[in-house]
């Protein structure tokens, strides 16, 4: 973000105090955050036991092995039983869990028995491949209602799930599928996207069939979702029809309690490295937290309101926000298959209009590009039904805050600003709508129970108002445990920078500012980590992708300021010098573009790639992003003075502008 946009942030004043009715009828009471500092593992305790054990636990944090943790750890759980059997034994079974909205037009809902019955069956059918408790399972589908089936399928043998975000590559796939180790692949044929139909078992059969010179991959079995309806590829005894073997299945199974520890789900996000970490997640702790956060930050009233929470099932928003939290909490909730535009540009509203969503959460990138169309796309729907919007994956400008409450929110729903990450799990920090007292742009306050703070470079904490780095002080139930086979990656990644003398500090990677108040403003990522559309990008992963083209030299990535995305990938390619003559910029552009959508998937397919003669560097060699960066944003460029060669920069302005 850019100093001009943080000072707009800061100097934001209007407040937006919960009206008197929204108070009265909030889920949470306003002393829940002293309560929470009062005894911080007391209060998550009481919040674990809202949930359903197989086996009470009496243990409610054990951090002898830092920065290991285990949360509820002599307890059993079945998350799934959780997510579904409670709510039917309890005589919800006719409240519907899921709407789903096909990009088409078609629709199929779900009531919680329905959806327990099937994800039964599901499970029968995994069981039946010689699935077990531990074993992975990736996953690579549309957003169709399989996948969160196959996904709670999996959660209730006491499985693992790698969801791949249907975007991805199959370079993408096969890589996450051999980090794993998995044993099975649950895809469709095809999903819809824009109107048409988009392939996903091809990208599954490439990324699974046996490299050149390479061991075969670890996938034994392949069940095939029908979706898109598009022409497949079979391999006997390999892939089967999700159909058939649902209907084959025993419809009977029994969630037996698994220990509050066993893995949920793996989760492959970027860093500052080229190879994606499979962030780890587990049961007892992760479910607690998701449904805690999910029912108080959204004000879930799961008798009456319709939830909808845009994200794919392959982001981590996702998982916990429409699989895991919402179900757990027994709330009824729209999911929807396409893009917020097609076939017309106001899709979305019209979803809102038709099921009377009542609580809707989405990324300001959307929020940015319904500002572009205007005002009277939205206005000739009835949103009516609207009472508390959320904003999740990247900071939120005031314009944009006030936008979405005036606009969508008819000037009188709360907004929440929730800040966290695939590694934390669950919400850290946002304002609860029925207590706080909004500030547009800020994400505001640590959920009851999380302690944050913001420190300078030393590792003190700074004297608000001021700026620093974000800190997990303690550690959380829904916190990573791990990255998947890499555990000193997990403790030089996360813990290393500020955890010292016995005290551990979890390091998120995002600068914040603290104001007076004590609220807290994301600042953006301070590490080589890019935030395109609010989907994590790694600079160095792209670069790796864009040199693994036989035409380049050298290639640098940065994220440049971008009105709709929030940042842009824009790159700077070096050819190699057999190369400079062989096509034009132009073509050698359009070229590496392509190459990168394909390598890694289309989120990361660059805005920009210019062709340069020379990168800037340091004496050691290392590339001044910094200066690309002024470059991208068309800022007049920084401090050169330590570059090895200063007249480099100038060199490349004079070709690029
Ligand atoms: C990064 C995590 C959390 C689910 C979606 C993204 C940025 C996330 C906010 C927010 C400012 C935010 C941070 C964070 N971020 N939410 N409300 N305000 N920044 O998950 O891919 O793991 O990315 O997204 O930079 O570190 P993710």
Redesign the pocket.
């Known amino acids: 973000m850019s100093n001009n946009s943080i000072d707009t942030l800061l100097s934001e004043t209007r407040r937006f105090p919960p009206t008197a009715a929204f108070a009265e009828n909030s889920v949470t009471a306003a002393d829940i955050y002293e309560k929470a500092k009062a005894d911080r593992l007391g209060f998550w305790a009481d919040r674990a036991r809202e949930l359903h054990w197989h086996e009470p636990f009496t243990e409610t944090l054990d951090w002898s092995n830092p920065p290991f943790a285990k949360w509820f750890a002599d307890g059993r759980i079945n998350v799934a039983y959780n997510c579904l059997d409670r709510h039917v034994l309890a005589g919800n079974g006719e409240r519907v869990a899921l709407h789903w909205e096909g990009e088409p037009g078609d629709s199929r809902s779900y009531t919680y028995a329905e959806l327990t019955a099937e994800v039964k069956r599901a499970a029968n059918v995994l069981l039946g491949l010689g699935i077990g408790q531990g074993d992975r399972v990736a996953i690579y589908m549309p957003l169709v209602p399989e996948a969160v089936i196959a996904m709670l399928a999996v959660a209730r043998i006491g499985a693992v799930h790698s969801v791949i975000f249907g975007g991805f590559s199959s370079d993408s796939i096969r890589a996450r599928v051999a980090d794993a180790n998995a044993r099975l692949v649950i895809t469709a044929d095809g999903g819809w996207r824009k109107g048409k139909v988009f392939p996903l078992k091809d990208a599954v059969d490439a990324a699974i069939a046996p490299a050149e010179g390479e061991e075969p991959t670890s996938v034994t079995d392949v069940l095939v979702v029908r979706r898109g309806e598009n022409d497949v590829q079979w391999t006997e005894g390999r892939d089967h029809w999700w159909h058939d073997a649902i209907a084959a299945a025993e419809p009977e199974h029994e969630a037996e309690g698994f220990e509050a520890e066993n893995p949920l789900f793996i989760l492959y996000?970027s860093g500052t490295t080229g190879k994606p970490k499979g962030i780890l997640h587990t049961s007892g702790g992760y479910l607690t937290q998701t449904a805690f956060t999910h029912k108080s930050v959204f004000d879930l009233h799961p008798e009456t309101d319709v939830y909808w929470c845009t994200a794919d099932v392959g982001?981590?928003?996702g998982h916990s926000y429409v699989v895991y939290g919402p179900l757990a909490n027994g709330a009824t909730q729209v999911l929807y298959e396409g893009t917020p535009d097609t076939p017309h540009p106001g899709r979305w509203w019209e979803i809102v209009e038709k099921y009377g969503v009542s609580i809707f959460y989405t990324a300001p990138t959307a929020i940015r590009s319904f500002m572009k169309v205007g005002r009277q796309v939205p206005n000739t729907f009835d949103l009516s039904s609207l009472r508390v919007l959320g904003?999740?994956?990247?900071?939120?400008n005031p314009e944009a805050w006030i936008w979405y409450r005036e606009v969508i929110g008819g000037g009188e729903t709360p907004i929440v600003?929730?800040?966290?990450?695939?590694?934390t799990g669950a919400i850290m920090i946002s304002a609860l709508p029925g207590i706080t007292e909004a500030k547009p742009g800020s994400?505001q306050t640590p959920i009851p129970g999380i302690v944050i703070d913001i420190l300078g470079d030393d590792g003190t904490r700074v004297d608000p108002p001021r700026g620093g780095l974000l800190v997990v002080s303690e550690p959380w139930p829904s916190m990573l445990r791990g990255i998947w086979g890499d555990p000193d990656r997990f403790i030089e990644t996360y813990w290393s920078k500020f955890s010292k003398d016995g005290v551990w500090k979890y390091f998120?990677?995002?600068g914040a500012h603290v104001d007076a108040d004590g609220d807290i403003t994301?600042l953006?990522?301070v590490d080589d980590v890019m935030?395109v559309s609010?989907?994590?990008l790694s600079t160095t992963e792209i670069e790796s992708a864009l040199v693994s083209h036989a035409i380049v030299a050298e290639a640098a990535v940065v994220g440049a300021a971008d009105d709709t995305t929030g940042q842009a990938v824009v790159a700077f390619v070096i050819l190699k010098s057999n190369q400079a003559d062989a096509q034009t910029a132009d073509e050698a552009s359009a070229l590496l573009r392509t190459h990168v959508a394909d390598r890694i998937g289309a989120i990361a397919r660059p805005k920009q790639v210019f062709i340069v003669a020379e990168l800037p560097k340091t004496r050691s060699g290392k590339i001044m992003r910094r200066l690309l960066q002024d470059v991208a944003e068309g800022r007049a460029v920084g401090d050169t003075t330590t570059l090895a060669d200063t007249s480099v920069m100038q060199i490349i302005t004079d070709k690029i502008r």
């Not at 600003?417 to 590694?423: A, G, H, I, L, V």
């Open positions: 996000t982001w981590v928003t904003s999740v994956g990247e900071p939120i600003d929730t800040w966290w990450q695939t590694e994400a998120a990677g995002d994301l953006g990522r935030n609010g989907h994590r």
